[in-house]
């Protein structure tokens, strides 16, 4: 099993920064993926950002490509968000979610194991 905490959400205005925090705990955090997704009301949930296992392989959807950076220290057991240049089009919950051991960068929900409970991100206009 592993549990999921969010943190580091609020409210920012266009062009501001965050930074997202996903602190685990379970002893196979360090072998999973892990990605970033978010959802708002009445939207299917959208993928983010992903990281390998050992932080060598990330990925991203075009909308973040170039603002967000993912990233984890396995030593601590988080994985974290760093959002630049934000956007109003950015406002959302956003979720952190553990996949399989040694496995890929999956885009879809569905192929992660574990969710937290969201953190939600404003950005004003």
């Known amino acids: 099993q592993v549990q999921l905490v969010e943190s580091g959400g609020g409210l920012v205005q266009a062009g501001g920064s965050l930074r997202l925090s996903c602190a685990a705990s379970?002893?196979?955090?360090?072998?999973?993926?892990m990605g970033w997704f978010r959802q708002v009301p009445g939207k299917e949930r959208e993928f983010v950002a992903g990281?390998?296992?050992?932080?060598?392989?990330?990925r991203y959807s075009d909308s973040v490509k170039g603002r967000f950076t993912i990233s984890r220290h396995n030593a601590e057991n988080t994985v974290y968000l760093q959002m630049n240049s934000l956007k109003p089009e950015d406002t959302a919950v956003y979720y952190c979610?553990?996949?399989?051991?040694?496995?890929?960068?999956?885009?879809?929900?569905?192929?992660?194991?574990?969710w937290g409970q969201g953190t939600q991100v404003t950005v004003s206009s």
């Open positions: 979610a553990a996949g399989s051991p040694l496995g890929p960068i999956w885009t879809i929900g569905s192929e992660y194991d574990f």
């Open positions: 990281i390998g296992w050992s932080g060598d392989v990330t």
């Open positions: 379970g002893r196979t955090f360090s072998s999973r993926t």
